[in-house]
């Protein structure tokens, strides 16, 4: 048995479907009547002007000011514009930048690195012009003194050195990461010198408009991409 059609039902629903479509045509073009253009606030202005009363005419300062108010306005919303997007090209940049360092070895403002088994450790020390550099400690990460480095005497400036894997009895040690102290004599002193060391990146933590791009280096520390000092050759450390 057919089910009788009922052609004022049909007309209903469609003139409901119809009455939503206009009310939310309506309601998006108010929202975009909300936003006042520059063309809108300079249409606005020209009208101003036209229907004023000449006996009290809108004086230059007042129209200057709501000229240069609405200009001012104008100028800080594309400025923000402009940031986000100049934060957006410069976070995409470094990134880039920070992914060809994946797997390099980089110089960083650290005293302490990771070292694999069979592998060097290295970095650089500064030396003033009047220190005697004696030589490089290296401790492990229990802090026991395993080895000493010695190093040139009469240098000074920025200076390399390299240790091989080894303790005081020429034992391999272990990877792990290792401590290294630079003791030099300064006037008569003993004093530590400041110590920059090479760590290898093992990846790359994308950064953001509030935080900077980050090289996790093999070990645990993770350092941003601007406190990298120098990129080290392949196969050299």
Do not use: C
């Not at 998006?28 to 300079?42: G, I, R, V």
């Not at 004086?59 to 000011?65: D, Y």
């Not at 010695?150 to 390399?160: C, I, K, L, S």
């Not at 993770?222 to 050299?236: I, K, M, R, T, Y």
Request: glycine share 8%; proline share 4%; hydrophobic share 35%.
């Amino acid at each position: 048995m057919s089910t009788p059609i009922d052609p004022t039902n049909d007309i209903q629903n469609s003139s409901a479907g119809i009455d939503k479509l206009r009310w939310e045509n309506q309601v998006e073009a108010s929202k975009q009547h909300n936003q006042l253009t520059q063309e809108d606030f300079f249409a606005l202005l020209t009208k101003q002007l036209a229907m004023q009363d000449p006996f009290k005419p809108v004086q230059n300062e007042e129209m200057i000011g709501q000229m240069t108010n609405f200009a001012s306005v104008d100028g800080i919303n594309s400025l923000k514009a402009e940031i986000v997007n100049l934060n957006t090209v410069m976070t995409s940049s470094q990134a880039l930048q920070a992914s060809s360092l994946v797997g390099q070895k980089v110089l960083l403002p650290s005293t302490r690195t990771y070292v694999e088994q069979g592998e060097y450790g290295m970095g650089t020390v500064d030396i003033p012009v009047n220190g005697r550099l004696r030589q490089i400690q290296v401790q492990d990460s229990a802090g026991q003194l395993i080895a000493n480095i010695p190093m040139a005497q009469g240098v000074d400036g920025n200076m390399e050195f390299l240790w091989d894997g080894t303790n005081d009895k020429g034992e391999s040690m272990p990877s792990g990461m290792y401590q290294f102290t630079a003791v030099a004599e300064i006037n008569g002193r003993t004093e530590q010198l400041e110590i920059a060391t090479y760590g290898h990146v093992s990846s790359v933590s994308l950064g953001n408009a509030e935080m900077g791009t980050m090289l996790n280096i093999k070990g645990g520390n993770s350092v941003d991409l601007d406190d990298v000092l120098a990129v080290a050759e392949p196969d050299s450390v």
